[in-house]
């Protein structure tokens, strides 16, 4: 199986900060990589597949990068609206594989 | 407007079965694979199993393989996850999710299994 590490688990940061979550993967997953937010009582949202491909409707403070087993979600500015837990997830083989997830909290 | 509704958890002893539902509409549903996903609250993301549009591959996790039996009705609209032998890690909100990815969630149904 392919084991996804994100870090840190948890980042305290401010509105207006740019956060930087890393995602990495234990063999390479060629780009197949998703990033998703979830908000308490909630479900997950995609933010971003393929890497780094914005979902329709997602503010462009949200960018994805990298490629073979590191890949890392930035968002430019944060918003009182972005504090939530965000996990990446490989659909590159079976079974797929989410990270253990960031929670973004406020400072 | 694409939605996925679940049904069908709830509480159950060790060793029994449930079968949850998941109703799609907005979109062509037989057009794509969907999946179950789950979450131990306060817990993360897990996946559980995919099925393709025409019914024809399934794929499960190791920990549910043998006890789990996913499928689909794409003349209803409707995923199924047929849960049996359930033990008590077992317990969590299921999602079904459209993808991959998965660009579109239900709400999710909690099943709690007791022991």
């Known amino acids: 199986d392919i084991e996804m590490t994100q870090s840190p688990s948890t980042l305290s940061a401010s509105v207006g900060d740019r956060v930087i979550i890393v995602c990495r993967a234990s063999q390479s997953i060629s780009g197949w990589l998703a990033w998703y937010q979830q908000k308490p009582g909630k479900a997950p949202n995609l933010l971003i597949y393929r890497a780094s491909t914005l979902e329709s409707g997602v503010p462009s403070r949200f960018s994805g990068s990298g490629s073979g087993t590191e890949f890392a979600l930035t968002i430019s500015s944060l918003q009182p609206d972005d504090f939530a837990t965000y996990y990446c997830q490989q659909y590159d083989n079976y079974p797929w594989t989410f990270g253990q997830g960031t929670k973004v909290e406020i400072k | 407007e694409v939605r996925l509704s679940e049904s069908g958890g709830g509480l159950v002893q060790s060793g029994g079965s449930l079968r949850l539902s998941c109703v799609a509409s907005g979109f062509i549903f037989g057009g794509y694979p969907m999946n179950w996903v789950r979450q131990v609250p306060g817990k993360g993301l897990q996946w559980v199993s995919t099925?393709?549009?025409?019914?024809?591959?399934?794929y499960y996790a190791d920990s549910v393989k043998g006890r789990f039996t996913m499928s689909r009705d794409n003349s209803k609209n409707t995923l199924y996850l047929q849960m049996d032998s359930l033990r008590a890690e077992d317990t969590a909100v299921y999602f079904c999710a459209r993808g991959p990815p998965f660009d579109y969630w239900g709400q999710g149904t909690l099943v709690s299994v007791s022991s």
């Open positions: 099925i393709s549009g025409t019914g024809d591959h399934t």
